[in-house]
Nanobody, 118 residues
């Protein structure tokens, strides 16, 4: 089992920045990729960014240049730096971890609300 705890969400004005953090615990040695998804009201949950244990990052095309994902393997933590935030970035942001084994399992955090006011 993997447990994920997010922090760093909140209310920010358009153009501002936020940094999300997600700490993993439990079966952390099985974790390969970690990342972030987001879900706005009435919409599906979409990938924001993910990063492998080796540091290879993937972003949603629309967010490249504004969002940066990073990872500290020693702290079992993944970060999401969000700059130049827009009202359309308002969503619940979910941390996830991909745990390798006989089958690959995805674990999710409880989500953290990000609200961008215009």
């Amino acid at each position: 089992q993997v447990q994920l705890v997010e922090s760093g969400g909140g209310l920010v004005q358009a153009g501002g920045s936020l940094r999300l953090s997600c700490v993993a615990s439990g079966s952390i040695l099985r974790i390969n990729a970690m990342g972030w998804y987001r879900q706005a009201p009435g919409k599906q949950r979409d990938l924001v960014a993910k990063i492998t244990r080796g540091g290879s990052a993937t972003y949603a095309d629309s967010l490249k240049g504004r969002f940066t994902i990073s990872r500290d393997n020693a702290k079992n933590t993944v970060y999401l730096q969000m700059n130049s935030l827009k009202p359309e970035d308002t969503a619940v942001y979910y941390c996830y971890a991909e745990a390798m084994g006989a089958i690959t399992l995805n674990y999710w955090g409880q989500g953290t609300q990000v609200t961008v006011s215009s």
